[in-house]
T-cell receptor, first 111, second 113 residues
Framework: QKEVEQNSGPLSVPEGAIASLNCTYS??????FFWYRQYSGKSPELIMF????GDKEDGRFTAQLNKASQYVSLLIRDSQPSDSATYLC???????????FGAGTTVTVRA | DTEVTQTPKHLVMGMTNKKSLKCEQH?????MYWYKQKAKKPPELMFV???????INESVPSRFSPECPNSSLLNLHLHALQPEDSALYLC????????????FGPGTRLTVT
């Protein structure tokens, strides 16, 4: 049974600060890792995916993966009010179409 | 182009109605998905089609009937739904193989009265 745990929210950060979101997973066979952003009433939007250990940067977002520790994180630098949303961590294993989602962390960026 | 479209955006239906949700993608993906999402919960997988064949059915009640007419289209036929089926229904697509990123459509907000 795949389990994905995210740090409980809500997370409130001031504008311009770094928001740090954490996710752990239980299945050591997990191969691919995703971060989705979901605004209230909207659908999930893929913002980052990572397959290999280490860091992956895309603009203000950095995903970090440590398979030995079964840990994936998302850093949002220079947080903006438009980053206020729920962030979903999702994990998949090879040859399995099923994404296991964490419960989500709600981030509020205060001006 | 990472776009998945869904129609309608909103749907209100009675428990005796029959309706269909539609999804279309033009990314050349060969895997398509239906998810159900309740408020403040993550999406729950319902069905997966791979190469137009049903690959996964997550024990969904028969009042939900999926159909994949071709590699770009995915339908979800609804019949005799219950009020607890009210939710956001999401379509997604990806490259086949299971490990690739899934792109979600905007969803259909379904209310069953």
């Amino acid at each position: 049974q795949k389990e994905v745990e995210q740090n409980s929210g809500p997370l409130s950060v001031p504008e311009g600060a770094i928001a740090s979101l954490n996710c752990t997973y239980s299945d050591r066979g997990s191969q691919s890792f995703f971060w989705y952003r979901q605004y209230s009433g909207k659908s999930p939007e893929l913002i980052m995916f990572i397959y290999s250990n280490g860091d992956k940067e895309d603009g203000r977002f950095t995903a970090q993966l440590n398979k030995a520790s079964q840990y994936v994180s998302l850093l949002i630098r220079d947080s903006q009010p438009s980053d206020s949303a729920t962030y979903l961590c999702a994990v998949n294993t090879d040859a399995d179409y099923k994404l296991s989602f964490g419960a989500g962390t709600t981030v509020t960026v205060r001006a | 182009d990472t776009e998945v479209t869904q129609t309608p955006k909103h749907l209100v239906m009675g428990m005796t109605n029959k309706k269909s949700l539609k999804c279309e993608q033009h990314m050349g993906h060969r895997a398509m998905y239906w998810y159900k999402q309740k408020a403040k919960k993550p999406p729950e997988l319902m069905f997966v089609y791979s190469y137009e064949k049903l690959s996964i059915n997550e024990s969904v009640p028969s009042r939900f009937s999926p159909e994949c007419p071709n590699s770009s289209l995915l339908n979800l036929h609804l019949h005799a739904l219950q009020p607890e089926d009210s939710a956001l229904y999401l379509c997604a697509s990806s490259q086949p193989g299971g490990v690739y990123e899934q792109y979600f459509g905007p969803g259909t907000r379904l209310t069953v009265t």
